[in-house]
């Protein structure tokens, strides 16, 4: 599976709390319904407040894929031998 394109998604904060989050349309073609679904689903993900790190608790970033659910690979190393330890 490809990456996610790094400039494909903003997400930015408007006042009272309020988050959007916008997409770009690819420039040749009008097919952006990948983006769309991601835009969404990292909406949804702000919105219920799971869009930060399930180990050390940072957001993540814009670029990361839509179900991601660490910052980087030493954050999920970390969770993979916690859990290797508490199971025995």
Not at 22 to 47: C, M, P
């Amino acid at each position: 599976m490809p990456a996610p394109d790094l400039d494909g998604v903003y997400i930015s904060e408007r006042g009272e709390g309020r988050i959007t989050v916008t997409h770009e349309g690819y420039l040749w073609s009008n097919s952006s319904q990948n983006r769309f679904k991601r835009a969404v689903t990292i909406l949804r993900r702000l919105q219920r407040n799971t869009w930060r790190c399930d180990w050390c608790f940072e957001d993540l970033q814009t670029w990361r894929r839509a179900d991601a659910r660490y910052c980087c690979e030493g954050c999920r190393k970390r969770a993979a031998r916690q859990r290797r330890f508490w199971r025995g």
